[in-house]
């Protein structure tokens, strides 16, 4: 098998994109400075990579795959195969968003009140684009971070920012005006490299795999002790992906039952559970789910 060439983005993506990688069956070992980490893998090399930069990487060759932004794939207008959707953040498992705002003072209120207004941004092209789209007249400029304390100290008349959890923005006392767009980690590869059988299987194969850590990450495994005599109400209230894995106890009118929930509802479940019969419930963890 050929190896790849993959990309992982430096910042603050890096950490979550190793331990989702880990999860996944793949240790990444960043040494030091270094920013070719090594990996458990003789079919891949690593090499770090800004975010904002990988999908021009991917789309010259250079990186036969890598992890990026949907936002900076757009800010470089980049010709890429995306190969899967990742939602994985440092903070969250949300799309992050990025939003047009203000301070909360500001007579701004709608797009159209910008119009003569000068707007920051990290994201600057994309940025020029929509308001073009919208035929709203502004002076967009680049922002190297700290962006919302330009419009606070005055600088600019509004930023154009990402924003997973809005607490930065209430922090400093800013207003949502609207959201331009979602955006989220994404899988991308080179064209050539995806037309390439041996390569192409190594990039689906990451994919796969990803995608099994990040749906394990919500759902957890549920096995309990159910009596015969209450065994089709225990079942009716359990969810599961395709059903529940129901198996007799030895010499016994007892039952085994298996199942796989989304871990936001055992809280409630598990009551649910007991009050019908179930008993020894275990939860447990899910590495992937594939």
Wanted: glycine share 6%; with cysteine; proline share 4%.
């Amino acid at each position: 098998m050929k190896k790849i060439k993959l990309g992982i983005p430096k910042g603050s993506l890096q950490n979550a994109t190793i331990t989702l990688f880990k999860r996944s069956g793949w240790t990444i070992d960043v040494n030091g400075r270094s920013y070719f980490p090594e990996i458990n893998d003789p079919f891949i090399e690593c090499a770090i990579c800004r975010a904002q930069e990988m999908s021009r990487y991917v789309e010259g060759g250079t990186l036969d795959a890598g992890l990026t932004g949907k936002d900076w794939i757009a800010e470089n207008v980049s010709d890429v195969h995306v190969v899967a959707d990742l939602v994985y953040s440092k903070v969250s498992s949300r799309p992050a968003r990025w939003i047009l705002a203000v301070p909360y003072d500001s007579p701004i209120r709608s797009l159209e009140d910008l119009n003569g207004k000068k707007v920051a941004t990290e994201l600057v092209r994309f940025t020029q684009h929509f308001f073009k789209e919208h035929h709203v007249d502004v002076n967009v400029e680049f922002s190297w971070g700290a962006t919302e304390a330009k419009v606070v100290s005055g600088l600019v008349d509004a930023i154009v920012e990402v924003t997973e959890t809005e607490s930065t923005l209430k922090a400093h006392g800013l207003r949502i005006i609207l959201e331009l767009m979602q955006t989220n980690t994404q899988l991308i590869a080179n064209h050539e490299s995806f037309k390439d059988p041996e390569k192409r299987e190594k990039i689906e194969q990451i994919a796969l795999l990803l995608k099994g850590a990040l749906l394990g990450e919500k759902l957890v495994g549920l096995k309990m002790n159910v009596p015969e005599q209450c065994l089709e109400k225990v079942v009716a209230i359990l969810p599961s992906l395709n059903a529940p894995t129901v198996a007799p106890l030895y010499q016994s009118k007892w039952f085994s039952v298996e199942t796989v929930v989304d871990s936001g509802i055992v809280r409630d479940l598990i009551p649910k559970l007991l009050k019908q019969g179930a008993e020894g419930i275990i939860e447990y963890p899910l590495n992937k789910v594939v």
